[in-house]
């Protein structure tokens, strides 16, 4: 599984979008990018995932560049429940049962 | 019902001790996992069952044994820990069937402390 660069830490003003970096420089070409978070104390919980083209949930918006070696998770509007470790994994998309693989994570702080 | 559970919340045991830990889950995931987190430390997987049968063991010490009984339900059962053995253990599942595959559904864990 290719390798993901994270910031350790990062702030966000509450009501305003929060944008998690991250790279994955040698990602493959079946490789996703996927997204998850870890609320303090609890299981971490998917967001999104994709693989080149821009994606949209009810949770998150993840941009893909052209180039694939980076993508940044957007919280459109943050709020104080947003705080948490985000982990940005890649990994082929397989029926096979794998593991995720997680890295260090960004912790977000969103403050009032 | 998306809910993965976990039994207990929270356990302390001495090292000369037998419990389990139980995670039931009624999605109907055919794949379930085993996770170990350090505090301050990314979660690391321990193991992987696929259709109740063990795929993947990342070299856990065989002081932790598990146990998938049925589809829903998964044990870890451990005997003779350490204290270093201490940390939150996390249980999560996943389809086989459909994507997205690495979409996993972590359980709340259980807050193991060893004395």
């Known amino acids: 599984d290719a390798k993901t660069t994270q910031p350790p830490s990062m702030d966000c003003a509450e009501g305003r979008a929060a944008n998690l970096p991250c790279n994955h420089s040698?990602?493959?070409?079946?490789?996703?990018v996927y997204w998850y978070r870890q609320i303090h104390s609890q299981g971490p919980q998917y967001i999104i995932h994709g693989l080149k083209n821009n994606e949209t949930n009810e949770m998150a918006s993840l941009i893909i560049t052209e180039d694939r070696k980076s993508s940044t998770l957007i919280l459109p509007h943050a709020t104080l429940r947003d705080t948490a470790v985000y982990y940005c994994?890649?990994?082929?998309?397989?029926?096979?049962?794998?593991?995720?693989?997680f890295g260090s994570g960004t912790q977000l702080t969103v403050l009032p | 019902d998306t809910e993965v559970t976990q039994t207990p919340k929270h356990l302390v045991m001495g090292m000369t001790n037998k419990k389990s830990l139980k995670c039931e889950q009624h999605?109907?995931?055919?794949?379930m996992y085993w996770y170990k987190q350090k505090a301050k430390k990314p979660p690391e997987l321990m193991f992987v069952y696929s259709y109740e049968k063990l795929s993947i063991n990342e070299s856990v010490p065989s002081r932790f044994s598990p146990e998938c009984p049925n589809s829903s339900l998964l044990n870890l059962h451990l005997h003779a820990l350490q204290p270093e053995d201490s940390a939150l253990y996390l249980c999560?599942?996943?389809?086989?069937?459909?994507?997205?595959?690495?979409?996993?559904?972590f359980g709340p864990g259980t807050r193991l402390t060893v004395l």
């Open positions: 999560a599942s996943s389809h086989k069937d459909r994507e997205p595959y690495n979409e996993q559904f």
């Open positions: 999605m109907g995931h055919r794949a």
């Open positions: 994994i890649v990994r082929v998309s397989s029926g096979s049962a794998r593991q995720l693989t």
């Open positions: 040698t990602i493959s070409g079946n490789e996703y």
